[in-house]
């Protein structure tokens, strides 16, 4: 293709990519299948690799996260993010609706749900996302861009050209929430309390990928900083940012007075349990931007605005019974069996006891009644036993020694509170572990999701990942949904993933601790499956970044039988076992102009990812660092360079332009 076809073919793509996004995760009233969205990203994708100049930071293959960062710098907010007061019953309400009133005369509300989540800033200029940040102190917070990018709900581009900062929660899902907590819980990590600790978490990481995987949405609330002279009131400004491609809420109602807002609030304790997403309260504001301006702000809070919080609930009921569940990783977790009770607006029968210590720490006890409640609203857990109401009948818990799936025996590792089977052949692991050995990050192999997965694994047909391979044409027609074209297609593709590069293979063995950066690491490292499973522990952590306990893990698992025959049957069965990526640091050209020499990279370069343009550098010899120092030797700026390039040229550090760059790579 030539270039001027692929640039209007590129924008052709990012046109359509961002009408199906909006549609689908602002409106929610998607009009195309997710194969075809797909089929259009990976286009667009091809395309960009091979005309790296067509890429810009706004392109929607960009949502992936790029690079880790350092740290994150700081951002004065021009209006500060203010915090609201709060009400917690009629009365409160009531007196904030007489001050309002006795201030500023007649007016009218605006009611919002009150998400659960992260406040954050987005500001566009000529309708490009350009900067995102937290809400900090309220007047300085932190940029938080790259990983806002991740965030799918986020326009990259408005409807507009327009100059405007604009203001929201970031939240988590309640689905996202849950799995994410089951996987920590899996990998003995301690759990997020609720989704607004994960959504921070989420946007505080330095490694964008991680904040991409979270699922994470948006909800805009409130125009910042503009120049929007035409708009009077409040309701006037979220309608404004529908207009624009924002994602605002729309529940939202215009009350009359202070009755119809203590309505609006009654019809959500009800109906706040069938919503995906949490709220904790009702955000009430005055709607008029001039009544607003009147009535002011305090130090901390404004005026004009209260948050009404609804209370926790707990309930009582008994606990009949304690069940054991495998997970994925092999973690072993205890799961109270209660009397069916109401909380939050569902029926609870079940909540999570996390582990023996924790059931140990509240001496709960079979036959207990207990308090119950929903960690964030969502999770039931066991607050505590009622003591009082024993009658000496009840039974004391322990955990068993050996797993109640397999058989195996149960292991702690060190500095672990989770009980851990680690036979990969547990058949109540073997489900979960092969849904992650197919995944995209791992051995990616097209056709098999966890519908067919879970087909496979019902009809006795895998109950390995070595299985996977073993597989043929007549099996897989008699499964629902499978003809012959989906068979081929299937077959195909699992003999293309035997080529996969090592990586793959280990990060799809789901070792605990190895995550899919971790896994590329030990396979350029050791370049091949019996080198790594040789490794002892104080071998493994020679390795930059790889610690203590991802150490110990892996030679844990790599100990057990279990393990040892399943790579054996791989390797039987034509899987590759090697790494086929680039040896970054056996191939570092020392006779280069570069080598030994510290790099920084900062601004947008148009002809490389700055991913890519590391990646080079480094086979080169030069070390590239994230931050500016009087150990840096180069910078490379490319457009739109801040403040690193300002600091090199107050340390009078030598500063390269992209042409240069690309001189030094044709050499």
């Known amino acids: 293709m030539q270039f001027e076809d692929a640039q209007k073919r590129v924008e052709e793509l990012r046109q359509l990519l961002t009408r199906y996004g909006y549609e689908y995760y602002v409106l929610d009233q998607p009009t195309v299948p997710d194969s075809e969205y797909d089929k259009l990203m990976q286009e667009l994708i091809k395309l960009e690799e091979q005309f790296p100049e067509l890429r810009t930071t706004n392109s929607p293959s960009q949502r992936v996260g790029g690079e880790a960062l350092e740290g994150f710098k700081k951002v004065e907010h021009e209006i500060p993010m203010l915090s609201l007061g709060n009400a917690f019953n009629e009365s409160d309400l009531r007196d904030f609706d007489r001050r309002v009133r006795q201030a500023i005369g007649e007016t009218s509300y605006v009611c919002e749900l009150k998400i659960d ?22 007047t300085v917070g932190e940029d938080i861009t790259t990983n806002l990018r991740t965030v799918r709900s986020i326009p990259l581009q408005l409807n507009e050209e327009v100059t405007i900062e604009v203001r929201g929660e970031v939240f988590m899902p309640k689905k996202s929430f849950i799995k994410l907590n089951q996987e920590r819980e899996e990998n003995g990590e301690d759990l997020f309390a609720n989704p607004r600790n994960a959504a921070a978490g989420s946007l505080r990481q330095l490694d964008p990928k991680v904040a991409a995987s979270r699922n994470l949405d948006v909800f805009l609330y409130a125009i910042g900083e503009n120049n929007l002279d035409h708009l009077q009131r409040h309701s006037e400004g979220l309608d404004y940012l529908d207009r624009l491609g924002l994602k605002t809420n729309k529940e939202r109602r215009i009350c009359q007075t202070i009755d119809e807002v203590l309505q609006y609030i009654e019809e959500w304790k009800e109906k706040r349990p069938h919503l995906p997403y949490e709220i904790d309260g009702i955000v009430i504001k005055v709607d008029r931007y001039d009544q607003q301006e009147a009535l002011g702000t305090t130090v901390k809070s404004p005026r004009w605005a209260i948050a009404y919080k609804f209370p926790a609930e ?32 569902t029926t609870v029968q079940r909540a999570s006891l996390h582990n023996e210590d924790l059931i140990k720490e509240k001496d709960i006890r079979i036959g207990d009644y207990v308090i119950i409640r929903k960690a964030g609203d969502i999770i039931p857990e066991v607050v505590q036993s009622v003591v009082e109401k024993r009658t000496g009948e009840e039974v004391p818990f322990s955990m068993p020694t050996h797993c109640p799936a397999c058989g195996s025996e149960l292991i702690r590792l060190e500095e672990e509170v989770a009980l851990r089977c680690i036979n990969p052949k547990c058949p109540a692991q073997i489900r979960e572990g092969l849904i992650h050995f197919v995944s995209r990050n791992a051995m990616n192999i097209e056709g098999l999701g966890e519908k067919v997965i879970t087909q496979l694994f019902d009809n006795h047909l895998v109950n390995d990942v070595a299985d996977i391979y073993k597989l043929e044409r007549d099996q897989l027609l008699q499964l629902e949904r499978m003809g012959e074209k989906s068979v081929q297609n299937l077959l195909t ?20 601790h190895v995550g899919a950066k971790a896994a590329k690491i030990l ?27 991802m150490a110990n893990s892996i030679v844990t698992y790599f100990q057990a039988p279990e393990v040892e025959e399943l790579i054996t049957e791989l390797k039987d069965l034509g899987v590759n076992v090697t790494y086929k990526g680039p040896h970054i640091k056996n191939a570092v050209n020392v006779k280069s102009p570069v080598a030994g020499k510290t790099i920084v990279l900062t601004g947008k370069l148009e002809v490389l990812s700055r991913n890519k343009a590391k990646e080079k550098l480094e086979l080169l010899g030069a070390k590239v660092t994230g931050s500016v120092s009087k150990k840096t030797d180069i910078v490379i700026a490319g457009s739109e360079a801040g403040s690193k390039l300002t600091k090199a040229q107050d340390l009078g550090i030598e500063i390269w332009n992209e042409e240069q760059l690309q001189a030094l790579f044709n050499q």
């Not at 396979?523 to 203590?548: F, R």
Request: net charge negative; charged share 25%; aromatic share 4%.
């Open 523 to 549: 396979a350029e490292h050791y370049g091949d499956i019996d080198s790594l499973m040789k490794a002892g522990e104080e071998d493994l952590q020679v390795i930059d970044e790889i610690g203590e306990k």
């Open 314 to 345: 707990e309930v009582m009921t008994k606990l009949t019974n304690i069940e054991l569940s495998v997970g994925r990783t092999g973690v072993v977790t205890p799961t109270a069996i209660l009397d069916p009770v109401r909380v939050a607006g």
């Open 493 to 512: 593709a699992i003999e293309t993933s035997k080529d996969n590069s090592l990586e793959r293979l280990l990060f799809g063995l789901g070792i605990r």
């Open 117 to 138: 989540g992260l406040a954050v800033s987005l500001r566009y200029e000529n309708g490009q996302f350009v900067q995102g940040s937290t809400r900090g102190d309220g």
